[in-house]
C-alpha cells in the first residue's frame, strides 16, 4: 500500500478499509503519519477514520516521539469517548511531558472509557488519571 492508498482507506471510514490502512502503517512510513496527522483531527471525518488514524499513528510512537504526540495531542478534544481514551493510551505509553496540561484538562471527564472492557469500567477521567501517573512516573525514573 502506498501514502495515497493508505489516507484513501482511511478516508473511506469504512472499518475494513480502515484496519487494513492502520495495519500497513509501519510499512508506508512517513506519508502514513502525514496522512493520520490530518484526519485525526478533522472534525468532518468519520469515528473510525478518527480512530484508526490513531492507531496508525501510535505505531511510531518510538520512532518519532515528539511528531506523534504532537498529532495525538488535539485528538484528546475530540466529540468521542472512544477516540480521546485512544489518545489516552498513546500517551501513557509514550510519557510526553508536553501532553501534561492537555491530559489534565480531561480529569473531570466522567464519560465512560468505551475502549475499556473490565468489570469496573472506568470513566475517561480515570484513563487520565492513568496517563498523568505513567508520565510522573517517568520523570521519577529519570
Same mark, same amino acid.
Given at each position: 500500500?502506498?501514502?495515497?492508498?493508505?489516507?484513501?482507506?482511511?478516508?473511506?471510514?469504512?472499518?475494513?478499509?480502515?484496519?487494513?490502512?492502520?495495519?500497513?502503517? #509501519? &510499512?508506508?512510513?512517513?506519508?502514513? +503519519?502525514?496522512?493520520?496527522?490530518? #484526519?485525526? =483531527?478533522?472534525?468532518?471525518?468519520?469515528?473510525?477514520?478518527?480512530? $484508526?488514524?490513531?492507531?496508525?499513528?501510535?505505531?511510531?510512537?518510538?520512532?518519532?516521539?515528539?511528531?506523534?504526540?504532537?498529532?495525538?495531542?488535539?485528538?484528546?478534544?475530540? &466529540?468521542?469517548?472512544?477516540?480521546?481514551?485512544?489518545? #489516552?493510551?498513546?500517551?501513557?505509553?509514550?510519557?510526553?511531558?508536553?501532553?501534561?496540561?492537555?491530559?489534565?484538562?480531561?480529569?473531570?471527564? =466522567? =464519560?465512560?472509557?468505551? =475502549?475499556? $472492557?473490565?468489570?469496573?469500567?472506568?470513566?475517561?477521567?480515570?484513563?487520565? &488519571?492513568?496517563?498523568?501517573?505513567? +508520565?510522573? &512516573?517517568?520523570?521519577?525514573?529519570?
Amino acid at each position: 500500500m502506498n501514502a495515497l492508498e493508505f489516507r484513501e482507506n482511511l478516508e473511506s471510514g469504512d472499518l475494513a478499509r480502515c484496519t487494513a490502512a492502520a495495519a500497513a502503517a #509501519l &510499512q508506508v512510513g512517513d506519508g502514513a +503519519i502525514d496522512a493520520a496527522a490530518v #484526519l485525526v =483531527t478533522d472534525r468532518g471525518r468519520s469515528r473510525n477514520t478518527r480512530f $484508526w488514524s490513531l492507531e496508525a499513528l501510535g505505531q511510531f510512537s518510538e520512532r518519532r516521539p515528539s511528531r506523534i504526540a504532537a498529532a495525538v495531542v488535539p485528538a484528546l478534544a475530540d &466529540q468521542d469517548a472512544g477516540v480521546r481514551a485512544v489518545a #489516552l493510551q498513546i500517551l501513557a505509553r509514550m510519557r510526553p511531558r508536553e501532553a501534561v496540561e492537555a491530559i489534565t484538562q480531561l480529569l473531570g471527564d =466522567t =464519560t465512560r472509557d468505551p =475502549t475499556d $472492557w473490565s468489570d469496573s469500567p472506568r470513566s475517561i477521567g480515570d484513563a487520565a &488519571q492513568e496517563a498523568l501517573s505513567a +508520565i510522573e &512516573q517517568s520523570k521519577a525514573d529519570a
